[in-house]
């Protein structure tokens, strides 16, 4: 079945340290995205990709990097610069980079600062 | 920047009742996304629209985009029902507009 997996599920990361977190899809989508969940707030982007080795900014992007080099995978490294890292992250998919369309999520990864 | 606006922010309510959640929003979109997340925080997508209603088994989702108010409606709820529902409009473009309401969540006792 086709679907988006995002690995691993749950993260620890000392201060200081930079995570990656990966998004793979087989769903042949075009664009890719990256939202933040806090408690009591709605979703947040992050980063989004609309095609292969192109990417934007979201409202979020400080203390974040990602890259788009294969259309299936688009991994989310959180930066020591980011200052409140501690949430849960999502990633998606849509079949088309631009107009209305529908998304589909991963299961998230739940990332902690100790 | 779009407000959005969603309401009741938690409900209760016994099997079988028909359930009704709102999403107010300020600005003029193209469209309207309803999402369910469940306990473990993966999400699905309910619906997507632009106008008018769609039904899917007992749920059913409204848009009325004059008034900027879309409503998310469950008839014979379900304890299977329970999680937080999220409203997202959009105003153009791809998902990258996507403003994404708090949530509603929502609990069916049996």
């Known amino acids: 079945d086709g679907g988006i997996t995002q690995s691993p599920k749950y993260l620890f990361r000392k201060e200081g340290q930079n995570v990656t977190l990966s998004c793979e899809q087989n769903?042949?989508?075009?664009?890719m995205y990256w939202y933040r969940q806090d408690p009591g707030q709605g979703l947040r982007l992050i980063y989004y990709?609309?095609?292969?080795?192109?990417?934007q900014k979201g409202d979020i992007a400080e203390g974040y990097s990602v890259s788009r080099e294969k259309k299936e995978s688009f991994p989310l490294t959180v930066t020591s610069a980011q200052k409140n890292p501690t949430a849960f992250y999502l990633c998606?998919?849509?079949?088309?980079?631009?107009?209305?369309?529908?998304?589909?999520f991963g299961a998230g990864s739940r990332l902690t600062v100790l | 920047k779009n407000e959005v606006e969603q309401s009741p922010q938690n409900l209760t309510a016994q099997e079988g009742e028909f359930i009704t959640i709102n999403c107010s929003y300020s600005?003029?979109?193209?469209?309207l996304h309803w999402l369910q997340q469940h306990p473990g925080g993966g999400i699905v997508s309910l619906f997507m629209?632009?106008?008018g209603k769609k039904k899917h088994g007992r749920l059913i989702a409204t848009i009325n985009i004059q008034e900027k108010h879309s409503s998310l409606h469950i008839t014979a709820s379900h304890p299977r029902d329970s999680a937080v529902y999220i409203c997202?409009?959009?105003?153009?473009?791809?998902?990258?507009?996507?403003?994404f309401g708090k949530g509603t969540h929502l609990i069916i006792q049996p």
């Open positions: 769903l042949n989508h075009d664009a």
């Open positions: 600005v003029g979109i193209s469209a």
């Open positions: 990709s609309q095609i292969v080795n192109d990417f």
């Open positions: 629209l632009s106008s």
């Open positions: 998606a998919s849509s079949m088309f980079p631009s107009g209305a369309n529908v998304l589909t």
């Open positions: 997202a409009p959009g105003e153009g473009g791809g998902a990258d507009g996507l403003t």
